[in-house]
Nanobody, 123 residues
Framework: QVQLVESGGGLVQAGGSLRLSCAASGDTFSRYSMGWFRQAPGKEREFVVGITWRGYTTPYADSVKGRFTVARDNAKNTVALQMNSLKPEDTAVYYC????????????????WGQGTQVTVSS
């Protein structure tokens, strides 16, 4: 098993930046592909981006393409999401998730989830 803890959320003005971090503990981190998801109030959980243990990434969600960047550090057991040019519509709880094997865009295919971190972007 792997335990995940997100950090780095907060309140930021539109156009600002935040860097989310997800720290993993427990099982060997490099065995897992990681995903970032987000969920806004009243909406379904949305896939943002995935990254394999080797660092290969999925295409980003169209809504964040060109503004968000994912990276992982297997030596530090972390995966980060750099979010630039934030918009009010990016407001959501952001979750990192882990699954063994290849990456996936589907939340149901992830075995482990963090508790989430709130990102609020004011206009």
């Amino acid at each position: 098993q792997v335990q995940l803890v997100e950090s780095g959320g907060g309140l930021v003005q539109a156009g600002g930046s935040l860097r989310l971090s997800c720290a993993a503990s427990g099982d060997t981190f490099s065995r897992y592909s990681m995903g970032w998801f987000r969920q806004a109030p009243g909406k379904e959980r949305e896939f943002v981006v995935g990254i394999t243990w080797r660092g290969y990434t999925t295409p980003y969600a169209d809504s964040v393409k060109g503004r968000f960047t994912v990276a992982r550090d297997n030596a530090k057991n972390t995966v980060a999401l750099q979010m630039n040019s934030l918009k009010p519509e990016d407001t959501a709880v952001y979750y990192c998730a882990a699954r063994s094997g290849d990456y996936s865009r589907y939340a149901a295919e992830y075995n482990y989830w963090g508790q989430g971190t709130q990102v609020t972007v004011s206009s």
